[in-house]
Each structure stands twice: as structure tokens, then as C-alpha cells.
């Protein structure tokens, strides 16, 4: 019977929003691997860092990934509020990227996960912001 339910959900969400959900993910993802690149890789940043501040960092890299979870989770359940503050971040995202570029870092490792991670980012914002999209946040 839930999965009656949830089939039903599923037919009521268009697929823009469908999407742009699984684009989010991916985007997680490629946080989480680029992470654990950049932590298990040696990456002479990171080796740099002394051992407290790296737990820390990690550690608030994890919640930021946590956050970013549930923002899609919400966003994918109607909530206009979460689609508000997933674009917010996508232009906070591409205020970095920029910087990336400015410091001629855009064509590093970090840099193209980056750039990558923006073209997941902001697809998923276009696809947040479609007509059928913005008729879906309206109902909730």
C-alpha cells in the first residue's frame, strides 16, 4: 500500500523536479569524492594543514554535505523555501568557482570538480525554476 502512495507522489512531481533532484545528488556525490580525494590523496593543501584543523574542516564538510542532503530531500517534496535556498548556494557556488578562476586555479583538480559541480548546481536550479516546476512549489 505505501508503494501505491508513493507511486502516486512520484506521478504528481513532474519530472523537471524529478531531475533536478538526482542532479543535486550527483552533486553530494561528487563532493564526497572529491573530498576524500583531496583528504586521502595527498594533496599537498591539505598536507599542509595541521591535524586538528583538518578535523575540523572535515567535519564541517560532512555537515555542509549533510545539509545539502536534506535541502534536496525538501526541495523534492514541495518545499519552495529549500528551492529558494539551493539557488542561493548555487550563486554563493559560483562566486567560488570565479574565485578559482581569478587565482588561475580553474584548471586544477579542485577547480574542475568545481566547475563540475556548478554545472550540476545551477541545471538543477533551471530545471527548480521550470513553469511545471514553479506550478509544483505553488501547490505545496
Do not use: C, H
Not at 564526497?32 to 595541521?50: E, M, N, T
Not at 525554476?129 to 505545496?140: L, N
Request: charged residues 15%; glycine residues 12%.
Amino acid at each position: 500500500m505505501a508503494s501505491d502512495v508513493e507511486s502516486a507522489t512520484d506521478r504528481a512531481r513532474p519530472a523537471p523536479v524529478n531531475a533536478a533532484f538526482f542532479l543535486l545528488l550527483a552533486n553530494i556525490a561528487l563532493g564526497l569524492a572529491a573530498g576524500a580525494v583531496a583528504l586521502l590523496g595527498g594533496d599537498p593543501a591539505v598536507r599542509s594543514v595541521d591535524g586538528t584543523l583538518l578535523g575540523v574542516a572535515s567535519g564541517i564538510w560532512i555537515v555542509v554535505l549533510l545539509v545539502e542532503t536534506g535541502l534536496a530531500f525538501a526541495m523534492r517534496g514541495g518545499a519552495n523555501w529549500a528551492r529558494i535556498v539551493l539557488t542561493a548556494l548555487t550563486a554563493l557556488q559560483a562566486g567560488g568557482v570565479a574565485m578559482e578562476a581569478v587565482r588561475g586555479n580553474l584548471l586544477t583538480g579542485s577547480g574542475l570538480a568545481g566547475l563540475l559541480a556548478l554545472a550540476l548546481t545551477a541545471t538543477a536550479v533551471v530545471l527548480m525554476f521550470r513553469p511545471e516546476s514553479s506550478r509544483y512549489f505553488a501547490r505545496k
